[in-house]
T-cell receptor, first 112, second 115 residues
Framework: QQPVQSPQAVILREGEDAVINCSSSKALYSVHWYRQKHGEAPVFLMILLKGGEQKGHDKISASFNEKKQQSSLYLTASQLSYSGTYFCGTEGRMDSNYQLIWGAGTKLIIKP | EAQVTQNPRYLITVTGKKLTVTCSQNMNHEYMSWYRQDPGLGLRQIYY???????DKGDVPEGYKVSRKEKRNFPLILESPSPNQTSLYFC??????????????FGPGTRLTVL
């Protein structure tokens, strides 16, 4: 039930682009994206609701394909501050449980 | 300032010694939850609460208890901690709008070591 994130890790040079994918085996109602720095709490990036809308947040955007049960996070012209581990949290409505199920994370390292 | 607080931030204890990790939020959120985070496994939900006196098991509830007597507080209780409960714990809170989660606000984390 845990969504699958890919890649597990990626190393970039500052200014390069990255795509992080999140794929679920269950029908999704929403997808959440968070970034976590080492030893800190996860920080909210954005929520995508079913309907396939794409959202943007500075140079970070995301899409949600509900038919494929997938979401992708796009980081454009990456900055050093983008380093961290990115998590997707998925919300399904197949049962009565109100839970976000989290992926294992994608570690992003940005080098100068 | 809107925030979720957890105490203690760090705790080293011994097997079998009961402990409580407190969690408090000042945003009047109805939904609160506890997660544990272990390397390579992401966030796994222990328990969650939809509102006062309403709690339910998450994916890894064994060995844990919770209570929700007040809306702002959601303590996590380990009655008899074991070494496999050594982990980083996060409390989180949010609202639900038409049944859909809004932004999760996380506490700073509690690093627990059970010897």
């Amino acid at each position: 039930q845990q969504p699958v994130q890919s890649p597990q890790a990626v190393i970039l040079r500052e200014g390069e682009d990255a795509v992080i994918n999140c794929s679920s085996s269950k029908a999704l109602y929403s997808v959440h994206w968070y970034r976590q720095k080492h030893g800190e709490a996860p920080v909210f990036l954005m929520i995508l609701l079913k309907g396939g809308e794409q959202k943007g947040h500075d140079k970070i955007s995301a899409s949600f394909n509900e038919k494929k049960q997938q979401s992708s996070l796009y980081l454009t012209a990456s900055q050093l501050s983008y380093s961290g581990t990115y998590f997707c949290g998925t919300e399904g409505r197949m049962d009565s449980n109100y839970q976000l199920i989290w992926g294992a994370g994608t570690k992003l390292i940005i080098k100068p | 300032e809107a925030q979720v607080t957890q105490n203690p931030r760090y705790l080293i204890t011994v097997t079998g010694k009961k402990l409580t990790v407190t969690c408090s939020q000042n945003m009047n959120h109805e939904y609160m939850s506890w997660y544990r985070q272990d390397p390579g496994l992401g966030l796994r939900q222990i328990y969650y609460s939809m509102n006062v006196e309403v709690t339910d098991k998450g994916d890894v509830p064994e060995g844990y208890k919770v209570s929700r007597k007040e809306k702002r507080n959601f303590p996590l209780i380990l009655e008899s901690p074991s070494p496999n409960q050594t982990s980083l714990y996060f409390c989180a809170s949010s609202t639900l709008l038409a049944g859909v989660f809004n932004e999760q606000f996380f506490g700073p984390g509690t690093r627990l070591t059970v010897l």
